[in-house]
């Protein structure tokens, strides 16, 4: 996992719990060297923007029972609206619905083609 922390907005606890629940996951770290996020395929699944709200991608059916049991909404960046994500409340930070919406988000991005990648 990465040692430095890499934003100066986001609080080191932020960090850690992030960092515990994407331990959970099968070969996954976090990644961004300034804006934190995991992605697989070359796809994101999850994100902490610079406030330290993270931020989850799932599918369809995943996503509305998210947004509907959580009453909370879908993330703007950028003055647009990000589709397929919605902020995780902190009030799930510390449980295991969490995780489980975790593994949803990152089974959901499994199930997507994956993107080409520009490295050579």
Partial sequence: ?????????I????????DR???????QKRKGAK????????????YLD???ILCLRLGRQDLEAFL???QTERPVSYGAVMKEYAIVP?????????????KKSYDYICSLKPKPTKKT
């Avoid at 629940?21 to 070969?27: F, V, Y």
């Avoid at 804006?35 to 796809?43: D, E, I, Q, R, V």
Wanted: charge should be negative; avoid cysteine.
């Fill in 68 to 70: 509907n049991t959580h």
């Fill in 50 to 52: 610079p406030k330290g």
């Fill in 21 to 27: 629940h994407i331990a959970k996951l099968p070969e």
């Fill in 90 to 102: 902190s009030s799930l930070w510390d449980t295991d619905e969490l995780a489980e919406y975790f």
């Fill in 35 to 46: 804006n934190p996020y995991t992605s697989h395929n070359g796809h994101m699944f999850s």
């Fill in 1 to 9: 996992m990465p040692t430095k922390k890499p934003h100066p907005t």
């Fill in 11 to 18: 609080p080191e606890a932020i960090f850690e719990k992030y």
